[in-house]
C-alpha cells in the first residue's frame, strides 16, 4: 500500500486528460508531418504532454516532453510550451551517404486552443521551434483532440 501512495497522490493532482493527433509542415525542406499526443492537467494553467510524431516519406521520429503555460478565456486557451526530445532516423550528410542516428533537441512554441463541439472535440494550432543542432526549424500544424 505505501508503493501505492505516491500514484494515488499524483491522481488526485490530475485535472484533465487530452488524447488527440495533428498534421502539419515543417521548415527547411523537412516537409509535412503528422503525430500524437497525450496530456495532463496537473496544476492550475499547466500541463505535461508527451508527444510522438513522423514525416511524410522520410523514417525520421520524434518523441518530446513538453511543460504547457496557458489559461482559459472562455472557450480559447492560448498557451506557451517548452520542451526536451529525442530524434531518431536517417539525416542527409554532406557526401549524401544516408545515416542513421539519434539526437537531443529543445522545442518552444505557442499555440490557441478551442472547443469545436459541446464538451468534448477540441481543436489547436501550434507552432514551434525545434533547436537541433546548428539548424534550427519550424513546425506549424493543427490537430484534434479529445478533452476530459
Not at 48 to 53: A, F, K, P, Q, V
Not at 60 to 75: F, P
Not at 112 to 132: E, G, N, T, Y
Amino acid at each position: 500500500m505505501k508503493r501505492l501512495l505516491p500514484l494515488f497522490f499524483l491522481v488526485a493532482l490530475v485535472r484533465g486528460f487530452d488524447l488527440g493527433g495533428f498534421i502539419g509542415e515543417a521548415s527547411h525542406d523537412r516537409g509535412a508531418t503528422y503525430g500524437v499526443f497525450a496530456s495532463l492537467s496537473v496544476f492550475p494553467f499547466t500541463r505535461i504532454e508527451l508527444e510522438g510524431s513522423k514525416f511524410f516519406g522520410r523514417g525520421e521520429k520524434q518523441i518530446c516532453l513538453n511543460g504547457e503555460l496557458g489559461v482559459g478565456l472562455g472557450g480559447v486557451h492560448p498557451y506557451f510550451s517548452v520542451g526536451v526530445g529525442l530524434d531518431t532516423g536517417p539525416h542527409q550528410e554532406i557526401s549524401l551517404s544516408v545515416i542513421s542516428s539519434t539526437s537531443f533537441f529543445t522545442t518552444t512554441g505557442a499555440g490557441v486552443k478551442f472547443s469545436i463541439a459541446p464538451l468534448l472535440m477540441k481543436m489547436r494550432i501550434d507552432i514551434r521551434r525545434f533547436s537541433m543542432g546548428s539548424r534550427p526549424y519550424y513546425r506549424a500544424y493543427v490537430g484534434l483532440f479529445f478533452s476530459i
